[in-house]
Each structure stands twice: as C-alpha cells, then as structure tokens.
C-alpha cells in the first residue's frame, strides 16, 4: 500500500535554530512528493516538490527538503527557525491506483517555534 | 487573480438533512480535488476531477457523498442525510492539469451536523 508517515504529532524548536519536520513514505515506483503548510486559520500553501533531480530541493519562506531514496524519506529543513513558521505541515506523496493519480497526505505536524 | 473560493464558509445542519458544498476554482485549471479535515487531522482525500476524464471517487466513504463539476469548472459536493461523523472541514482544490502539479487551496467549508 501506497503511504506516508509524519511520525512527530508536534515539534517544538527555539527561535534562530534549525528545524527539521520528518516525512517518510511508502510508493511503488519513482516517488513524487510534496510539502504543504497550513497557517492558523488560513488554508493549505504549497511549499516545494520534489519530481526528480537534485535531491535537496529549495521551497517558498527559506524551507528545503531533502530527498532520500535508500531511507525512502524527505524530510523538511530550515536553517533558522522564525516564530512566524510556527504551523501545522502536511507531507504528501503522489499515489497511482486504479490508473489514477492523487496525493496522500501525512497526518500533520505541527512546528511550535518559540521566541 | 481570484483564488479558490468556497461557498458556505460555515455550515450548520441537523442530522438527516441534505447539504451542498461549492468550490470554484481557479480558472484554467483542469483538475480539482475535494478533501475532508476532521478535527486534529489530516487530509483525508475524497474526489478527483480531471478534465473531461471520469472522477476518481474512489475517497469517497459511502453513498450518501456525491460530487459533480459542471462545464469544467465549479463542482458540488453533496451529503446526503448527514450524519454526526459528517462534521468536519471539506477542503477544495484545483491545479493546472494534473498531480504532479502545485494544487492551489480553498479556504474551506466547516460543517456542523448537529
């Protein structure tokens, strides 16, 4: 079964530090993966992809994620954290069933960065 | 230009009864996509509209939801006799073709079933 998992309901990080939100995934095939960021009461924002290429992809706010295929993860980094990323993240990667495609999305994690 | 837009942004309804949820895309996109948010949750995903192909309604969980999208553009979630476990926020989006591309969010339709 096509999945993914975001195994921190929640991480807390200081103001300045480097974050990183951890996504791993399970799919036949080559993966296409995403990360989306929900603000408090705002609606989902995409954030980066990745398709193929440079396994280190660089996304919207200063965020990157890295791809990794042996430990099938893509975990989300920032090198310097800012109170005003404090939201929830959603990982998600691109399923093909029944001949089509659609995204699962992680369960969330939610980034709490204190000044 | 316009975003996704939902219509209601909130919902309140008595069990039984029939509601209508509206997404209008973002025009130009040819797909869009109709998600759930329980409470605490994640994206549970419902439908899936691609230009003129037949929807993927496989995320659907029962009879009772129904989706359609008229002339390529706006589409309507429809539940039927809604129960408790309806109540949720249904979560619209639309992308240029198809999935491997960005999908642009609404801003999403909080039902209450009471």
């Known amino acids: 079964a096509q999945s993914v998992a975001q195994p921190e309901d929640q991480v807390n990080v200081a103001e300045g530090n480097p974050l990183t939100v951890k996504c791993t995934y399970s799919v036949s095939g080559n993966p296409y993966l995403f990360w989306y960021v929900q603000y408090p009461n705002r609606g989902l924002q995409f954030l980066l992809k990745y398709i193929t290429g440079d396994n280190l992809v660089k996304g919207s706010y200063g965020f990157e994620a890295e791809f990794n295929k042996s430990q099938t993860s893509f975990h989300l980094k920032k090198p310097s954290a800012l109170v005003s990323d404090s939201a929830l993240y959603f990982c998600a990667v691109r399923s093909l069933s029944g001949g089509y495609n659609k995204l699962i999305f992680g369960a969330g994690t939610r980034l709490a960065v204190h000044p | 230009g316009a975003g996704v837009s939902q219509s209601p942004s909130n919902k309140v309804t008595e069990k039984g009864k029939d509601v209508e949820l509206r997404c209008d895309p973002i025009s130009g996109h040819t797909a869009l996509y109709w998600y759930r948010q329980s409470l605490g949750q994640g994206l549970e995903f419902l439908i899936y509209f691609q230009g003129n192909s037949a929807p993927d309604k496989s995320g659907l969980p029962s009879d009772r939801f129904s989706a359609e999208r008229t002339g390529g553009s706006v589409s309507t979630l429809t539940i039927q006799r809604t129960q408790q476990e309806d109540s949720a926020v249904y979560l619209c989006?639309?992308?240029?073709?198809?999935?491997?591309?960005?999908?642009?969010f609404g801003p999403g339709t909080r039902l209450t079933v009471l």
């Open positions: 989006a639309s992308s240029f073709q198809g999935t491997d591309n960005e999908q642009f």
